[in-house]
């Protein structure tokens, strides 16, 4: 029988989903510990970033996208703490009987610290959690972390390990890819409103040249085809862009009404930010997970499967051009048996080898190892 751990997880949010598309990962990562038995506490800090955004910018659906998390995951222990306010009160608290704490990476460094800085104290082990590209495009920011102060790092890409190995220095990375929350991600029974959508982030500059080319222009060479975007971070030029490429601009989309907005679509699309199709090359973002999951066929702009996570022309396709993206979209709309296979192919590998319970079983595993 496996050893049971307290785990204490430390994460930017978990109640907010917007502009942060690692709370789809590690909520159903911290329900998959529970399941197999684990004490899972999930830690969040008042007036972070992404739930601040979403009250304030986003009115019309703040309240039912908390509603929605809350409904899904009432089994997950969230807690807020104020680092203003009692703080070290508060890690003494949850931290003195741990047996392990994941800190992931878009927490405050000085949060970091002081969870570390009892490290010695209370006799856990403290693992770094790595889902984003800033390792590879500004070290800096993720060198600002005591990285020699934790046990061991989680990385969610082979090339975002060799760089805590080969570059920082860190001798114990465990490449840990994200992974589908299948009990919210699955195929649901829908009519077809919707030709063509993609769920994404506009934002930090990333891939506007590469939405140009593989979302706008196929959307305006398929005019009698329905084009539709949710997301968030869209400049006012972006969405002029998409109104006269005729694309149908949704704004923000909760998590957990993804699954939907695919049911509904004939295709989805991917379109990767530059980091992962050039120099991380191989790791896939959570929609891919998602989408397939969804049962959705899925189209992606250049990026390669380095890792051999899945298997490409069968689970899901990968065009080079914005040219080769309109006929792909346009043979696809066209011939119903060849999404059928698609989306059975790309199911099939996720809910063989890339569900959340997948990387609870490996979580598991790796503290089982650093315990022996």
């Not at 909520?27 to 955004?53: D, I, T, Y």
């Not at 003195?96 to 209370?122: C, G, M, Q, T, Y």
């Not at 190995?165 to 029974?189: L, M, Y």
């Not at 109104?243 to 699954?259: K, M």
Request: net charge negative; proline share 4%.
């Amino acid at each position: 029988m496996s050893d049971r751990f307290k785990i204490r997880f430390f994460a930017h949010s978990w109640v907010s989903d917007w502009n942060h598309g690692n709370a789809h990962f590690l909520r159903g990562l911290a329900r998959e510990l529970g399941k197999l038995g684990h004490e899972v506490r999930c830690f969040e800090e008042l007036g972070a970033w992404s739930l601040s955004n979403l009250v304030n910018s986003e009115c019309d659906r703040a309240i039912e996208s908390i509603d929605q998390f809350r409904a899904k995951f009432p089994m997950l222990d969230v807690r807020f703490y104020d680092r203003n306010n009692k703080f070290d009160e508060f890690l003494d608290e949850h931290l003195s009987d741990a047996d392990f704490v994941i800190i992931h990476e878009w927490n405050d460094p000085a949060i970091a610290s002081a969870i570390l800085s009892r490290k010695e104290k209370f006799g856990f082990r403290a693992l770094f959690h790595d889902t984003h590209h800033r390792a590879y495009s500004r070290a800096g920011e993720i060198l600002r972390f005591p990285l020699h102060l934790f046990d061991g790092v989680l990385a969610f890409g082979e090339p975002i390990t060799r760089i805590y190995r080969d570059g920082f220095g860190i001798p114990k990375v465990w490449t840990f890819h994200e992974a589908a929350d299948i009990d919210n991600f699955h195929p649901i029974r829908s009519d077809k409103s919707t030709d063509v959508v993609w769920v994404g982030n506009w934002g930090d500059e990333e891939r506007t040249k590469e939405l140009l080319e593989f979302l706008v222009r196929p959307a305006t060479e398929l005019p009698d085809r329905k084009f539709k975007v949710h997301g968030v971070r869209y400049p006012e030029i972006a969405i002029q862009t998409l109104e006269t490429a005729g694309i149908d601009y949704q704004g923000y989309l909760p998590n957990l009404s993804v699954p939907a907005a695919f049911s509904q679509s004939c295709v989805a699309l991917h379109v990767p930010r530059r980091e992962y199709a050039n120099g991380l090359s191989g790791i896939p973002t959570i929609r891919v997970f998602e989408a397939l999951a969804c049962g959705v066929p899925l189209v992606c702009s250049p990026w390669s499967d380095a890792e051999n996570l899945f298997r490409p022309g069968h689970d899901y396709l990968v065009v080079e051009s914005g040219e080769a993206m309109t006929a792909e979209l346009a043979h696809l709309l066209s011939d119903d048996a060849a999404r059928t296979q698609l989306s059975a192919s790309g199911m099939e590998t996720v809910r063989a080898r890339h569900t959340c319970a997948h990387r609870a079983q490996q979580l598991q595993e790796i503290c089982e190892e650093m315990t022996r």
